[in-house]
DNA sequence: TCGGTTGTGGAATGGATCGTCCATAACGTA
DNA sequence: TACGTTATGGACGATCCATTCCACAACCGA
């Protein structure tokens, strides 16, 4: 019976996104959302609630990507290809920030260091994430450590900590003006120097281990 | 002859810097800062421009003092307490995050994270202080190669901005909301994994090296 | 075709915030 | 002690921004 809604929701939290990515919360107005998707003030407020329901929105869909992306690359397959999934991942993030010349960085950090220490509900996905990657990372070295690629000795989830804090720590120094080769190097140090097992030949830290992406 | 100031520019910037970590640039009003400094708005806006000029002192500062930390606790001594040093300060770094229990995080990286895209001065003093960590980071494992801890085949630079990346990346990953414990942990892998030279014994990876600070 | 319900979008509102202004105070010097 | 100069701090103005409101439009079922 009630009149339908003549925009596309996703559509919406697109746009939303880009505004919210390019100048933070605070820095980000209503009406710029407003225009850039079309909508009517009112429109926005009866579908979205407010400014902070909607930036939890489109957090929350960002930290859902953020997993979904480790996903893709990391969760399933065989336990031999486990270090090469993991080079990958580790590879293609640091390629995101390096190809990132608007230095927009990453709405997940940029929105904690906004906002975590004041709203529960950002601190809480936020940190919902971590654990998220966390994991993957984690069951990934295990399987490469299987197969042996990795040192058995090693304790798995200490060495996913370390990885998904060179992931993150790439965003940063990107963010702080480091440049793409450099944050290219850093993914292919990261990796370099992670215990292999006795039998492998150890990569050399000077150079980069195959890059498959 | 003409009436001195009555306040302490040192002791205002300190409050303004309070106030900005605490709350970002946007989130922080120039009536708080007048607040905590017991300042008028004239003499604040008298003394330091405007609230942009005021972050940009306070922000340089902020950088200045990062690359002070890094400097007293790396450069000059010994070759062969080089690795002691850069031990010390990636777990110093981690301590920090870690004991930062109000998670207010560094105001290097809220202020990059926040301004870094749209305000060229924060832009470029943020690059600036990565330049000058890389460059002790970096001059540090040349001397502990040169002593014959670390491998002498690894590259310098780039172990550099690997323990660059990892101390920004336990920041990030400490505000994103991951647990103290986890981020000591994180400062001692990241050292158990560097490469070390080939007669000395390898450290466990699942254990810390010696804890100095 | 018609009524009820919900969507729409722009005008209006109320509060907050940056920066200015100015009357006054405090200091050094003559 | 008197004067010129700068500091002080609170009131003020102009702007901005999140949110609400409302008149109207669009749709669906009867």
Known sequence: MPRPRAFDERRVLERARE????????????????????????????????????????????????????EDRLAGGPDAEALARLSGYVHLMAENTA???????????????????????VAGRSAETMTALLTLLRTEISAAQRHGDIDSAADPERLAALLL?????????????????????????????????????????????????
Chains 1, 2 share one sequence.
């Open 165 to 213: 804090t060179v992931v993150r720590g790439i965003e940063a120094v990107g963010k702080a003006g480091l440049d793409p080769e450099t944050l290219r190097n850093i993914a292919d140090t990261a990796l370099a120097v992670l215990p292999m097992s006795e039998g492998q030949k150890r990569l050399e830290t000077g150079c980069s281990p195959a890059r498959e992406n």
């Open 99 to 121: 190809s990132d010349t608007e230095r927009r960085g990453c709405l997940l950090a940029k929105g904690a260091a906004e906002l975590a220490q004041h709203d529960p509900t």
């Open 19 to 70: 505004q919210f990515w390019a100048t933070g919360y605070a820095g980000t107005r209503m009406d710029d959302i407003a225009r850039a998707t079309g909508l009517g003030k009112g429109s926005l407020y009866g579908a979205f609630g407010d400014k902070g329901k909607l930036f939890h929105r489109v957090f929350g869909d960002w930290c859902t990507a953020v997993v979904e992306v480790a």
